[in-house]
């Protein structure tokens, strides 16, 4: 990706002069559209990597596969949050790893870990680098050097089973290899983030991931059948069938764990065919507690399709209509609900009725198909926009949480008001909009999307408004994180989450398979 931006340069979107002037009318900003700023602006703290070290990586991954120049090392310095690409026009110095190595199996991780944890040298796993919370951050955690290890020459299909529908994927595939590789053999994984396009299997795997289709498909770890794993320790491999009652399930110990624990470097997941076909389907509610409510009924009726999304008034209102970005005749107030159903020609149209009754009597009125087949078109396109809206002198940023059904109203409201009242304090009103992104049958994950001005400091400002959210979230029964981890940013928080005691286990694991601390320092573990 762009080291500067999200995804690809010939992507990167202008704003319309109707998003400009509504940027002017509803939130006060001005400010005309900048260019990016030049890569040969940067300045990147000096790696404190020694020849000694540089020689010894060599010897043990080919000196071919040790890199220490600038642009690699920018392009490791960290996530796609918005906080990342603030820093990143940061005149300054900037933090990056020292070197990024590029090892080519599972035995050359095992190697270098374990180099690694010998020469207290800090290791960051990365995958697509598509972290919004500071995951991949080359934070150094004491240690004199850091290394961020790029999975990207782990990009094999190691196994394929048709018959137990399964397949073995190396970690550094991306989304769309996955589905290439598996394609070619009538199958697919069907997992689809915002990320699709650039985060990898072993880092869906690492952060708990939660694709578009989840409602269908189930979350990421839903899917994760065997998982290989190098740790400073040895090596690991997890997972002897669909189901144990042998102890405690150990992959929970590292799916989740974002490369504090160990490395993940293969993966068996559940697939399926490709299906015949799909029927698209929005859908308008008059107001978000009526859409919730319709959404719960689909999903505790056991009528989930593959997709089930809900935007609130302000997000139908404005990132859609207004954007465009679903066309067809969708409204511009109540709330848009997106379905799709997915699979055999009759299993889609009897699942297809079976939701469209129930959204129907829960007081869902039938937009017809195009609305729905215009997200799905435009679905990884969001952070494009952001990136553009913040060089246009806006603060956008997005941030989860779930919760169980009878309380997500509740929820929503509170960190609502806890973003306005802390952006508003500070001079730039915001708007707050939000969708539910993924259902279960107890509860539903919560999905914001915040918009206002920046002030002359940008990151204290987030920074203010996040801890603002984080504290309401814990404080409303919410999770700190649904489906974007916990990295650094929402570390403060951990303790809260799992309790004392459940700080202290993960500490001993952590203790136990990484004596030495070396893997992803400041990430997850409070």
């Known amino acids: 990706m762009e080291w500067d931006a999200w995804g690809l340069g010939e992507f990167r979107k202008q704003l319309s002069p109707q998003v400009l002037s ?30 000694p070290q540089r020689t010894a990586l060599g010897h043990v991954l080919g000196a071919a596969n040790v890199h220490t120049d600038d642009a690699t090392r920018l392009r490791h ?109 009538g199958f ?19 952060t708990r991931s939660s694709g578009q289709a989840s409602a269908g498909y189930g979350r990421f770890d839903d899917m994760v059948q065997r998982l290989r794993v190098a740790t400073p320790t040895g090596s690991l491999d997890l997972g002897r069938g669909p189901a144990s009652a042998a102890g405690p399930d150990l992959r929970e110990l590292f799916v989740g764990s ?10 068996t997941l559940r ?20 859409g919730a409510t319709a959404l719960r009924t689909v999903i505790q009726t056991g009528a989930a399709p593959t997709v089930m999304r809900l935007s609130d008034e302000a997000e139908t209102g404005v990132n859609l209509a207004l954007a465009g970005d679903i066309g067809g005749d969708a409204p511009t107030a109540g709330c848009l609900a997106i379905t799709t159903v997915e699979g055999t020609d009759a299993h889609v149209r009897a699942r297809s009725e079976e939701v469209a009754a129930l959204l129907a009597a829960a007081g869902g009125t039938d937009l017809g198909e195009q609305p729905a087949r215009s997200w799905e078109h435009g679905r990884f396109d969001a952070p494009y926009q952001r990136d553009a809206l913040l060089n246009a002198g806006a603060i956008v940023e997005t941030l989860e949480t779930a919760t169980t059904w009878s ?59 996040k801890q603002a959210a984080g504290d309401a979230i814990v404080a409303t029964g919410g999770t700190i994180t649904h489906h974007h981890a916990v990295g650094r940013d929402h570390r403060p928080w951990m303790t809260a ?20 601390g070396i893997l992803n320092p400041g990430k997850l573990i409070p």
Not at 27 to 39: D, F, I, M
Not at 129 to 138: A, E, I, M, R, W
Not at 188 to 206: E, K, N
Not at 258 to 267: D, L, N, R, Y
């Open 22 to 51: 509504l940027l002017s009318a509803a939130l006060g900003v001005h400010a005309e559209q900048s260019a990016p700023p030049a890569e040969s602006d940067v300045v990147l703290r000096p790696s404190t990597l020694t020849e």
């Open 188 to 206: 697919s994984l069907g997992h689809f983030p915002q990320s699709f396009q650039f985060a990898t299997i072993g880092g869906f795997a690492a």
């Open 407 to 465: 309380n997500l109203v509740a929820l929503r409201t509170a960190v609502t008001a806890a973003l306005t009242e802390s952006l508003a304090a500070q001079g730039t009103p915001p708007l707050v909009m939000c969708h539910i992104s993924h259902t279960y049958a107890t509860g539903a994950s919560l999905y914001f999307t915040v918009v206002c001005g920046q002030t002359e400091d940008p990151l204290t400002q987030w920074a203010a408004a």
């Open 497 to 516: 989450e799992v309790g004392d005691l459940g700080a202290t286990v993960l500490r001993a694991v952590k203790a136990a398979i990484d004596p030495a």
């Open 77 to 185: 310095a960290g996530g796609k949050s918005t906080p990342d690409l603030l820093r990143r026009k940061d005149t300054g110095s900037q933090d990056a790893p020292d070197a990024v190595v590029l090892p080519g199996s599972h035995d050359e991780i095992l190697a270098l870990l374990q180099w690694c944890s010998d020469n207290a040298v800090a290791v960051v796993p990365f995958g697509g680098g598509t972290s919004v919370v500071g995951g991949v951050d080359p934070e150094r955690g004491g240690f004199a050097a850091v290394l961020a290890l790029d999975l990207r020459r782990l990009d094999a299909l190691v196994d394929l089973d048709p018959v137990s529908g399964t397949a073995t994927l190396q970690a550094g595939v991306t989304g769309p290899q996955a589905e290439e590789l598996l394609g070619r053999h």
């Open 258 to 267: 974002e490369g504090t624990f160990g490395v993940i470097t293969e993966v």
């Open 271 to 290: 697939v399926h065919p490709i299906p015949e076909t799909t029927a698209y389907r929005a859908w308008s509610f008059p107001d978000f507690a009526t």
